[in-house]
């Protein structure tokens, strides 16, 4: 949730309301209880700050127009700080209503100095502090909706953070119409009792996120692998699809090993057939092959005799396939592929 609202320029008013006070500046106001901090530690700092929020909420909170919101950042601001102290620093101490009561009397001293800016702290003893962070948590996220959304359709990474966020505050919108939209319930402090939330045609509004977009729209995590590594190095990049690469080897695995006698029987005869294939080649169709036959031919016409076998071997060095002298030093056969 945090990791949604941190940084959205509303829910940062409450760093505002956080500043530290000066020593001594309002002190005056919690004079009377000095003796907290000995049970209750940092409970004045705490109290300072209070009453500068209070006395000062209209120029702290300049940024915020309507006083009605500057009195629910304040009364929401005060209940978070003193749960976060129950749950730190006060650990172990159940007297929670005891302490509220404690700042509730610092609310009057400011008001018995008309210093008040129109936002009274209410105490309510039915309004336990972990309901006072639910109405927080609900207003946070209603108020700032309109950044919320901006912020995750420029981040879909957080929309998985959306969704459970969303189920949380869905799960209080409902327990708020309960108890807070009929004007009969003691746990609704006033600055929250009938507003606008409890009109019939109001919707709690919602994003519309999915988290599948949210896997499918991550290129680092889901569509490839890539190294980065070598590309900041100056170095070529290569990436390819995951899914191409499970399919590839998913498909022909199997293959590659039940066809490897193939390959090698393949392997083994292709440079036989291509030293065949390039010597009919040459003794055909080149000059290389010409020079041949005339050698051989000539060699025909020394070992026969022209007047009684040149119409015998014309037609049979034409024809014939096999060429065959009859000198037993020179015996050439040539065998067709």
């Not at 404690?102 to 008040?116: L, W």
């Not at 995590?221 to 100056?234: A, F, M």
């Not at 292709?270 to 010409?290: A, E, Q």
Request: aromatic share 14%; hydrophobic share 25%.
């Amino acid at each position: 949730m945090d990791k949604i609202l941190s940084d959205l320029s509303k829910y940062k008013l409450y760093d505002k309301l956080n500043e530290n006070v000066e020593k001594g500046n309002y002190s005056r106001y919690c004079e009377t209880l000095k003796f907290m901090d000995s049970r209750y530690v940092g409970f004045n700092k705490l109290c300072a700050k209070f009453a500068r929020n209070l006395t000062k909420l209209q120029l702290i909170l300049k940024d915020e127009q309507d006083n009605k919101e500057r009195c629910r950042y304040f009364m929401f601001w005060i209940h978070d700080q003193i749960k976060k102290k129950f749950n730190t620093d006060w650990k172990g101490k159940n007297k929670i209503n005891y302490v509220l009561l404690q700042f509730y009397q610092v609310e009057e001293n400011i008001q018995a100095n008309s210093e008040n800016n129109n936002c009274y702290y209410q105490y309510m003893s039915n309004t336990g502090l972990d309901l006072w962070i639910e109405w927080k948590d609900l207003y946070d996220y209603i108020n700032n909706y309109v950044d919320i959304e901006r912020k995750i359709t420029d981040n879909v990474e957080l929309c998985q953070i959306y969704q459970g966020y969303y189920a949380h505050i869905e799960k209080i919108y409902g327990n708020f119409k309960n108890e807070c939209c009929n004007n009969s319930s003691d746990k609704c402090p006033y600055p929250l009792k009938s507003n606008e939330w409890c009109n019939k045609d109001y919707n709690l509004p919602k994003l519309a996120c999915e988290e599948s977009k949210t896997k499918r729209d991550s290129p680092a995590r889901d569509i490839r692998v890539q190294d980065l590594e070598n590309e900041q190095q100056g170095g070529e990049s290569h990436s390819l699809p995951v899914s191409l690469l499970q399919h590839d080897q998913e498909t022909y695995g199997d293959g590659n090993t039940n066809n490897s006698d193939y390959y090698a029987k393949i392997g083994f005869s292709l440079p036989f057939l291509g030293i065949l294939s390039t010597s009919v080649y040459l003794y055909k169709f080149t000059t290389f092959g010409t020079w041949i036959r005339s050698k051989l031919l000539r060699k025909s016409k020394i070992n026969f005799n022209p007047d009684d076998d040149t119409e015998h071997l014309l037609p049979h060095d034409s024809e014939d396939i096999d060429l065959n002298t009859y000198n037993d030093d020179f015996n050439i056969n040539y065998h067709p592929s």
